[in-house]
Each structure stands twice: as structure tokens, then as C-alpha cells.
């Protein structure tokens, strides 16, 4: 599967954006999903990832209660909705598509994104 992530831009502080992951190839749906972020000098960080189904969702402690995963297999997409950003929520934001369902380490991720960049400004 190839997955391809946009949406990103410049965002104030307390906004809100969504970024968007599209995926083609076949069997989406047979994927776990999941977003990962990256700021500058730091190491890829987990966000959260959404099972196949798309009816259960893992957040990482850092961004629980502001984002929202989901993901429409009809058309081959996972979202990311962020809420209250805040400027260390500035990074690259990747998707990425495992075999299995609720992963969050980078090693367990088959297939990436190229990522799309999201800064917050104060």
C-alpha cells in the first residue's frame, strides 16, 4: 500500500486542523493505521493508531483528549483531527500502515507516509 499524508500548514495556537492520509493500492481496510509525528532534532513519536475496523482507537498520552483517529476504508483514507494545538505540537506528522492493529512503535509500521508538516505558531 502507498500512503500519501497532507493537510498540513501554519496554525495558531488553540486551533484546529485535520490532516488527511490517503492510501491506494489494494486492501486498506486489512491494515492497522497509524500517525507518528516528528519534530525538529527529536525522534518519531507515536500519536495514536486506529484498528481495522476503524471502531477502536489508541492515543498516546501526549495528544489524548485533543485528536481524534478515523478512518473511512471506502475511500482508502485515515484522518488525524487535532484540537488545541499547541506549539510543541509543531512536527512532521506521518501515517503509516502495520499488519496489525494497535501498534506504536516506529519498527512495527510496514509502510509510511512522506509526511506533511504542521506548525503551530504562539
Known amino acids: 500500500v502507498q500512503l500519501q499524508a497532507f493537510g498540513g500548514g501554519l496554525v495558531q495556537a488553540g486551533g484546529s486542523l485535520r490532516l488527511y492520509c490517503a492510501a491506494s493500492g489494494r486492501s486498506f481496510s486489512t491494515y492497522g493505521m497509524g500517525w507518528f509525528r516528528q519534530a525538529p532534532g527529536k525522534e518519531r513519536e507515536f500519536v495514536g493508531a486506529?484498528?481495522?475496523?476503524?471502531?477502536?482507537?489508541y492515543y498516546s498520552d501526549s495528544v489524548k483528549g485533543r485528536v481524534t483517529i478515523s478512518r473511512d476504508n471506502a475511500k482508502n483514507t485515515v484522518y488525524l483531527q487535532m484540537n488545541s494545538l499547541k506549539p510543541d505540537d509543531t512536527a512532521v506528522y506521518y501515517c503509516a500502515a502495520a499488519l496489525y492493529d494497535f501498534r506504536s512503535t516506529v519498527n512495527d509500521y510496514r509502510y509510511w507516509g512522506q509526511g506533511t508538516e504542521l506548525t503551530v505558531s504562539s
Open positions: 486506529i484498528n481495522r475496523n476503524g471502531d477502536s482507537i
